[in-house]
Structures are given as structure tokens and as C-alpha cells.
């Protein structure tokens, strides 16, 4: 029997053989010699070159037919593995692929459905908004899962401000969307016709809204993405001392992480280490290139931006068991464009029994080779052992912890406005 100490190990083989894998290779090159690693496993592997009889479905296609859309792996197709879906495919050549297409909404395109369901003029994004509604109904097998849990995640507080009317309204909107009554071939978008009435809608934001204030796990979710807050402020501080060396940088960073937040939160620092980076030449990190007056709200603003991301990562492992997640996000500007561009996704490795999720970059080996050169021998040891992983995993990082170090990062921040 497989100890959780020992499938995490397998698990971070199984990563290490993703990261080092050349993508000039076939991805039976990757999964065939190790099989028994992968054992259990699932993989959702990015390419542009998508190979024979292995599932496989193109993305490329999707935004081509709704540019509305921005994928969150970087090649035009995906190409997937589990232990039934390989052995399926060896035994019966090209098989059914049990995918899940989900649909999440940042702001400003969740605003759109408000606007729209309140019969006021869209103005130039109407063509783009009614192609995405059509997409929703008419898109892959029975149509997207329309997933706007993500905007009440995002507009969580300001949900609860009783003067604050939009969030509501946005989700009473998004919850008259389900009602819409649509047929393809006579759909207007701007005469739409919805079976429930806007006090039935208004009823079920209402409950929407009241689970999710009373949700624990939404309040993990506040917390994560203000861990990912609380480490992108202390990239952007320590990015300003000009002289210092990424490598110097990074290794700082490393140490805040582990002795102030008793974390070692790798993700969040692979945004850290491409903002110190690379900041200067990717336009996702513009906003914070120059600290001002309103550089906080601008690293908020991101730090949502990349929580999209890391929020897929959780819904990805929530997945009927033997399905495959695959994300999409609707947005009506260019920011997610830019930060898929600026943090490209090479695959996403999934173990459902240990419920632990791995999002793994396309320049994840440039990225944990400065990682690993930033850090001598001892913290190095402290990182790989396991048994400190795991209490690392279990230990928790509370929400006034957090807010606590965020306001002493923000006092340095304005330091240099």
C-alpha cells in the first residue's frame, strides 16, 4: 500500500520527467517508458503538434470560431493520459475523449451579461458578446459549462457592501442566462427572451450569494489569492534595488516565504521570479514597472489576473473521476491574452486520490534551475524533504497572518511613491 509520503514523491517524479521531457520528442516518448510513474496519474499535456491515435482535442479551433475566448495553455492542441484512456488507446486506436469544457468570466465580461440583461446597448463589443452566447449554447457536445463562480470569488467583499448594488445585479444577470430561450437559427441579442423573471433570477443570486458567503473554502480561496498578493508586493519592493542580481533577488524572496510565511508557495513564485525577470519586456507586467501612487491596486488587479489560473488548478481536480477539465476564460481585453503570453502553461499534472494539482510552465526548467541555483545546500535539503513538505502542506496560513504582512510590504511600498 502507497503511503501519501510516497505517492508525493512519485507525484514529483512524475513533474520532474514533464519538466525535462524535450518537446521535440512524441509524447509516448514521455509516458511510455514510464508508466509506473504515471501510475494513477493525470496528464493534460500542451503541444502544437498533436500526435495520431492519442486523445487529443484542438484549441486553436475553439478561439478561432470564439475570439472571446483565451486558453490557458500555450500550444494549439492538448494531448491527455490516464491509465484507462492509454490502454484504451493502444487496445482501440482513437477513442472518445470524456472532456469538460468550463467557461469562467473575469469582471469586465461578466459586466456585459448585467448590461446586456438590462436591455441597454453593448455598443462595439455586440458582435463579440452575441458570438460568445452562441458558443455557450451551441459550443462542443452540449455546450460549455458556464462557470461564473470565479466572478463571485473576485467580488466577494464587495458583494456584501449593502450600497454596492453591482455584484448582485451581475449575478442576477448570469442567473437569468441559464433561462435564456434560445434557438440558433432565430436568436436576436438584442430582443432576448428569458423564462424566469428578474425577481425569480434575483431569488437565486440571493441564495447564490448567501452560500458563498458562508462558504469556508471561499475564504481559502480569499486566502490563497492573498498570498499570491502578499508575494508579488515583495517581488515588486525587491525588484527596486537596481544593483541586485536575480539570483539575489530570488533568494530573498525564498527566504520570506519559508521563515515569514512558513510556506514555500512555488507557484506564486514563478510569477515572482517572471516579474524580476522578464517584467520589462512582457506587457502583462507594465502596470507595475514604475512604483506610484497607484501601484497596490495595480499588483491587486494582477494578482486576480493570475489567480484565474491558479483557481483552474482547483476546479481542474473537482472533475467527474475519468474526465478531463479543460479551461477557457471569456474576456473583452487583452489582459488575460498578455498573461498567457508572458506565463505560457506546457501541462497540467493531476493526482485525484492525493487531490493535489501541478500546473507546469513552459519554461518551468529555466525557471526551477534559477530556483535551485538561488539556495545553497541547506535550504535546498530543507525544501526536498518530504516529510517537511507535508507539514508544510497541513500547516495553515491564517487570513490575519496574511493581512498582517501585506500592510507592513504596503508601508514599504510607499516608501518609494
Not at 520528442?25 to 498533436?50: A, C, M, Q, W
Not at 453593448?122 to 463579440?128: A, C, G, H, V
Not at 506610484?292 to 467527474?320: C, H, P, V
Request: charged share 30%.
Amino acid at each position: 500500500m502507497e503511503t501519501r509520503k510516497e505517492r508525493l514523491d512519485r507525484l514529483q517524479q512524475a513533474f520532474n520527467l514533464v519538466v525535462h521531457h524535450d518537446s521535440v520528442l512524441s509524447f509516448s516518448d514521455l509516458i511510455e517508458p514510464n508508466r509506473d510513474t504515471f501510475k494513477g496519474f493525470k496528464l493534460v499535456y500542451s503541444t502544437n503538434h498533436l500526435e495520431g491515435d492519442f486523445a487529443h482535442t484542438s484549441l486553436k479551433a475553439i478561439e478561432e470560431q470564439c475570439p472571446t475566448l483565451k486558453k490557458y495553455f500555450y500550444g494549439s492542441g492538448l494531448l491527455f493520459f490516464s491509465d484507462e484512456l492509454y490502454d484504451k488507446t493502444w487496445r482501440e486506436g482513437r477513442v472518445q475523449l470524456p472532456i469538460d469544457y468550463s467557461l469562467s468570466l473575469d469582471s469586465n465580461a461578466a459586466e456585459r451579461f448585467r448590461i446586456w440583461e438590462d436591455g441597454k446597448d453593448l455598443n462595439t463589443s455586440e458582435k463579440d458578446f452575441e458570438t460568445l452566447v452562441r458558443f455557450i449554447k451551441d459550443g462542443p457536445g452540449s455546450g460549455f459549462n458556464f462557470d461564473y463562480s470565479f466572478f463571485i470569488i473576485e467580488n466577494y467583499y464587495d458583494s456584501m457592501k449593502p450600497e454596492n448594488h453591482r455584484p448582485f445585479n451581475t449575478i442576477r444577470a448570469l442567473k437569468r442566462f441559464d433561462h435564456l430561450v434560445y434557438d440558433s437559427a432565430s436568436f436576436c441579442v438584442t430582443k432576448p427572451v428569458f423564462n424566469e423573471t428578474r425577481s425569480q433570477a434575483g431569488q437565486r443570486a440571493i441564495e447564490t450569494l448567501h452560500a458563498f458567503h458562508s462558504s469556508p473554502e471561499i475564504r481559502a480561496f480569499q486566502q490563497r489569492r492573498m498570498l499570491l498578493y502578499v508575494v508579488l508586493l515583495k517581488a515588486v519592493i525587491l525588484n527596486q534595488d537596481k544593483k541586485g542580481s536575480i539570483k539575489s533577488k530570488l533568494a530573498e524572496l525564498i527566504n520570506f516565504c519559508l521563515f515569514g510565511l512558513e510556506k514555500f508557495p512555488k507557484t506564486e513564485l514563478y510569477f515572482a521570479w517572471k516579474l524580476m525577470k522578464y517584467g520589462k519586456s512582457l506587457r502583462f507586467f507594465d502596470p507595475v514597472s514604475q512604483i506610484g501612487k497607484k501601484t497596490k491596486a495595480k499588483i491587486q488587479g494582477m494578482s486576480w489576473d493570475i489567480f484565474a489560473l491558479r483557481y483552474q488548478e482547483t476546479m481542474a481536480s473537482k472533475g467527474n473521476s475519468g474526465d478531463f477539465f479543460i479551461p477557457f476564460f471569456a474576456s473583452f481585453d487583452n489582459r488575460f491574452v498578455e498573461l498567457a503570453k508572458a506565463c505560457p502553461i506546457r501541462a497540467v499534472l493531476i493526482d485525484e486520490l492525493g487531490e493535489n494539482v501541478i500546473t507546469i510552465q513552459l519554461d518551468e526548467l529555466e525557471f526551477q534551475t534559477e530556483l535551485s541555483n538561488s539556495m545553497g545546500a541547506e535550504l535546498l535539503h530543507e525544501l526536498n524533504d518530504s516529510h517537511k513538505k507535508l507539514e508544510r502542506m497541513k500547516k495553515p496560513l491564517t487570513e490575519d497572518k496574511l493581512v498582517e504582512v501585506a500592510s507592513g510590504l504596503e508601508d514599504q511600498l510607499e516608501q518609494y511613491c
